[in-house]
């Protein structure tokens, strides 16, 4: 990516449209004024031809100039794109196992539609799905035609209305949380749900209140650092909602409590990663999507989001698997797994990670086991990585 970001800088730099159109205007003022005077005086227009020659010819030549300087920039942009974005076949599809799961693939994208928070675009995608769906049935005459589309919604392809309106509460909250500040829905969906999340372990409601807290003391609305009304309300705040978060989050209450003694100097007390943390609203935001997600019975990701980045990690070393499989015309087993250790995403804490399950079969060639052709028992254990896989010929 850095030499397809350096060639895009160059193409900007070099690409002048400005020079270019002055240099455009210029031959048609030019050709414009010599029609005028030759329309006043027709028996002069040899002469102005004569000197009409030399300027639009100077005019084409840097109109020529500026168009080579762009075109070789945009080659060389190209070269870069193409290099990095190679032309590659897509792996076969004769093992695919989701061609005759059509059902399981308009679910997760009618899901991730409403886990995006896109709900036209998912109203619209149900709506479609249904009229298909009310139009394959009645071809095979086992329904009535007027079947609509809000009952077809309650069959287990599709997410359910209760669904739609649960998602549709979570943005409400989100954005509520995200542009104006405003925890208070939050912290009422998280007191409505107590019980559930104290089942999971969930610190949600404290986070929350917590984070109110904080955003008092710096003052509210106006967050001009901590005022001392800010610190009348916040402590006003504490006093009437931290009592029942006693004891098992004691030592938090007793910081926020302390903080209020170090108010004139707090950059350089123990506290200041508590009241100046940059990331609180995000994270907090963050732990209010997964919890929900939780009770919902789904992860915190889209399901297909995770599939698709698997898919893009994996998708160039099964190429070249694949490749190669066909150059030597070699299987790796009947059952077609992969003899290769997959990548992961390049982070600290990835937000999903799978292990591949390699079942090894031994070969046709001979062996002293009186049962050659049995399989070893499944392992996640990855191949070492100084040592290639054993391809088994035909």
Request: net charge positive; glycine share 4%; aromatic share 6%.
């Amino acid at each position: 990516m850095e030499l397809v970001q350096k060639e895009h800088e160059r193409l900007v730099k070099k690409t002048n449209a400005a020079q270019g159109l002055r240099s455009v205007q210029n031959s048609i003022d030019l050709l414009q004024n010599a029609r005028d005077a030759i329309a006043a005086d027709p028996s002069q227009a040899s002469i102005i031809l004569a000197k009409l020659q030399h300027p639009v010819k100077a005019s084409f030549d840097s109109i020529n100039d500026s168009l080579k300087e762009t075109h070789s920039g945009l080659n060389k942009y190209s070269k870069a794109l193409d290099k990095l974005f190679k032309d590659r076949p897509l792996p076969s599809t004769e093992h695919d196992l989701l061609s005759s799961q059509e059902h399981l693939i308009n679910r997760a994208i009618a899901m991730h539609l409403l886990r995006e928070g896109q709900f036209s675009v998912a109203d619209t995608f149900l709506s479609e799905m249904a009229e298909t769906k009310a139009a394959e049935k009645k071809q095979a005459n086992t329904t009535n035609a007027t079947e609509n589309a809000a009952s077809l919604l309650d069959i287990d392809e599709v997410p359910s209305g209760e669904v739609h309106k649960q998602f549709a509460t979570m943005y409400y909250i989100l954005h509520e949380l995200k542009e104006k500040n405003n925890l208070l829905p939050a912290i009422q969906w998280a007191r409505d749900n107590d019980e559930a999340l104290a089942a999971r372990g969930s610190n949600l409601e404290f986070e929350l209140c917590r984070l109110q807290f904080v955003w008092l003391f710096h003052g509210s609305h106006e967050q001009q650092g901590p005022t001392p009304a800010g610190r009348q309300a916040a402590l006003a705040y504490a006093r009437r909602e931290f009592h029942g978060f006693l004891p098992r989050y004691l030592r938090e209450v007793q910081q926020l409590m302390g903080a209020m003694a170090f108010c004139p100097n707090l950059q350089d007390s123990p506290y200041r990663s508590i009241f100046s943390n940059p990331s609180a609203w995000s994270d907090v935001a963050h732990s209010f999507t997964r919890e929900f997600c939780s009770l919902l019975g789904l992860s915190a990701d889209s399901p297909l989001y995770i599939a698709a980045t698997a898919g893009a990690i994996a998708l160039p070393t099964l190429l070249k698997l694949q490749t190669i499989m066909k150059a030597k015309r070699t299987e790796w087993t009947t059952e077609n797994e992969l003899p290769v250790r997959m990548p992961r995403e390049k982070k600290k804490k990835p937000p999903h990670t799978a292990r591949i399950l390699i079942t090894l079969t031994p070969g046709r060639s001979k062996s002293p086991s009186p049962h050659p052709t049995s399989s070893t028992p499944s392992s996640s254990v990855p191949f070492p990585r100084n040592r290639p896989p054993t391809r088994i010929h035909p």
